[in-house]
């Protein structure tokens, strides 16, 4: 995914004649950006969207991630 990214953007931005037409940095700059950023929209994509959804049963709803702030200690003897 990453290569045809790079690939895709660097031969678009080379075409510009932002950079020189035999420079590999756009090539390498789109690359190396999709390389990271798609892993890390994903995960926090997926976080996000697990943490905002109820679980809802019949006729209860459940949240599926409980706040170590919103825990309170039992007493003890």
């Given at each position: 995914m990453s290569q045809t990214t790079g690939g895709?953007?660097?031969?678009?931005?080379?075409?510009?004649?932002?950079?020189?037409?035999?420079?590999?940095?756009?090539?390498?700059?789109?690359?190396?950006?999709?390389?990271?950023?798609?892993?890390?929209?994903?995960?926090?994509?997926?976080?996000?969207?697990?943490?905002?959804?109820?679980?809802?049963?019949?006729?209860?709803?459940?949240?599926?991630?409980?706040?170590?702030?919103?825990l309170k200690r039992g007493h003890s003897a």
């Open positions: 895709f953007f660097g031969g678009a931005v080379t075409s510009l004649d932002i950079f020189d037409r035999s420079s590999r940095v756009p090539f390498l700059l789109f690359g190396v950006r999709a390389f990271f950023g798609i892993p890390l929209v994903a995960y926090f994509g997926k976080n996000l969207n697990y943490e905002s959804q109820p679980v809802r049963r019949f006729l209860t709803t459940h949240r599926k991630v409980i706040k170590l702030t919103e």
